[in-house]
């Protein structure tokens, strides 16, 4: 054969996406907002989780404990999106509750682990935002802002905060929290494969060719038979000279 049959897929399947999607991607200043479910974690309070996303500066606070960091899980009210930074604003008071590292994480589905999207440090200053401000009427805020690179589009989100100004502080808390990046259409859901692009092939794509096409032809008989003895004899005897 020509072609061996392939025992495994070309192209492996992806587990998660790798590329920027294509499409009319929409450039966001934050792809949260009011309408996000927002969901506490690592930590108890009294209520007011929405404010960590309502777009004015009214206080998210979270009473640590043990369980991990604190912070907030959302789901955004757009399908999917991609982000590429956070900006964290400060409360009005308490500056050793100000987070100094924050840990971005996403994926598609409720059942999936956690990626790492992002993490690092943050630097707040000591400067306080009055409480229930628009932020986006009032460009002289105190924040602090992280871009990064990132090209995978998810629909939920865990943003937590591991530590804050002062280690022993049992609260964290901030003002509101932007995920900037872009939204992804709807017909563009960066679902990673589930399947291999390439069938495996079950048999060679080129057959073997079972006899082959040149026939080899004997040698041709001679078409005359050779002669036996010269066809004219020489003469037995001298020619007399005439007289």
């Known amino acids: 054969p020509t072609s061996n049959p392939t025992p495994d897929p070309i192209v492996q399947p992806t587990t998660s996406p790798t590329t920027t999607p294509i499409g009319d991607v929409t450039p966001v200043n934050n792809v949260l907002n009011a309408d996000s479910l927002i969901i506490r974690v690592g930590g108890t309070a009294s209520g007011g989780e929405q404010m960590a996303v309502d777009g004015t500066t009214s206080k998210f606070l979270v009473f640590k404990d043990d369980t991990m960091a604190p912070g907030f899980e959302a789901t955004p009210a757009y399908s999917a999106s991609v982000v590429t930074g956070i900006r964290v604003y400060n409360a009005n008071d308490g500056k050793n509750r ?40 009032e460009p002289g805020l105190h924040f602090d802002g992280v871009a990064f690179s990132n090209s995978r589009p998810y629909s939920h989100y865990r943003v937590t905060f591991p530590e804050t100004r002062k280690i022993s502080s049992s609260i964290m808390q901030v003002a509101e929290v932007e995920l900037p990046g872009y939204l992804i259409p709807n017909d563009v859901t960066g679902s990673p494969t589930k399947s291999p692009t390439v069938a495996v092939t079950q048999s060679p794509t080129t057959l073997p060719t079972p006899i ?21 004899q020489p003469t037995s005897s001298l020619t007399e000279a005439p007289t």
């Not at 935002?129 to 009427?137: F, K, V």
């Open 212 to 232: 082959p096409t040149a026939v080899v032809t004997e040698a041709p008989a001679p078409t005359s038979n050779p002669t036996s003895a010269p066809s004219n």
């Open 98 to 137: 100000d987070p100094t590292k924050f840990v971005i994480e996403g994926r598609n589905n409720e059942v999936s682990n956690w990626e790492l999207i992002s993490e690092g440090n943050l630097l707040l200053s000591y400067d306080r935002n009055e409480q229930g401000l628009e932020i986006s009427s």
